[in-house]
């Protein structure tokens, strides 16, 4: 079965650092999201992305955010300047029209 | 904000008890009622797409229900196994958009 792939899978970085995360979709979905649990916490919406632009975001996704698509296929999260509480689980996930979503199997960041 | 609330945060069962949890949405703007079961250190899997009021859903020993009127969904396990033990997520589709909002989760222990 088609899998959404993150990497990396953990990633280590100090506070002011930019980091990206990556997602390769599943080659057919249209809408990708990025989704974050801190530990403990509900798992937050951030952004979701359709036919190349951003379609909703929520209050998290601030100037310090932001994605793309730079090649058409993977879909990537960048943090320009880190800090301690971005740290988390980020989850991407892609769905078709009218599917439920599929995850990736996350990237835990840690700002240190 | 959405609110969308799961209940009970926690469940210890023996194994073989049938057992089952909530989820409660807005009842205004509905658009879909997803359930992901989530597993220590694997990604969020989907188990149900609801959309219709009074929808009934089954997936081998579990099923959902749904009430868009009042606004929640049942969660059902029945005979429950250790390997059923996970973290179950309800999230809130509303036909302004395409962002999936989660409740906190459930999670479900099932002792051998």
């Keep these: ?42 798992v937050e919406f951030l952004v979701s992305f359709y036919n190349n632009e951003i379609s909703e975001k929520s209050e998290i996704f601030d100037d310090q955010f932001s994605v793309e698509r730079p090649d058409g296929s993977n879909f990537t999260l960048k943090i320009r300047s880190t800090k301690l509480e971005d740290s988390a689980m980020y989850f991407c996930a892609t769905k078709g029209d009218r599917s439920p979503l599929h995850f990736g199997n996350g990237t835990r960041l840690t700002v240190t | ?75 059902y396990i029945k005979g429950s196994q250790p390997e059923d033990s996970a973290t179950y997520l309800c999230a809130f589709l509303h036909n302004a958009g395409n962002m999936l909002t989660f409740g906190g989760g459930t999670r479900l222990m099932v002792k051998p």
């Design chain 1, 1 to 42: 079965e088609p899998e959404v792939t993150q990497t990396p899978s953990h990633q280590v970085t100090q506070m002011g650092q930019e980091v990206i995360l990556r997602c390769v979709p599943i080659s057919n979905h249209l809408y990708f999201y990025w989704y974050r649990q801190i530990l403990g916490q509900k």
């Design chain 2, 1 to 75: 904000i959405l609110n969308v609330e799961q209940s009970p945060q926690s469940l210890h069962v023996q194994e073989g008890d049938s057992t089952n949890f909530t989820c409660s949405f807005p009842s205004s703007n509905f658009y879909a009622l997803h359930w992901y079961r989530w597993e220590t250190a694997k990604s969020p899997e989907a188990l149900f797409v609801m959309t219709l009021n009074g929808d009934e859903k089954k997936k081998g020993r579990i099923s959902a229900t749904l009430n868009t009127k009042e606004g929640y969904s049942y969660l």
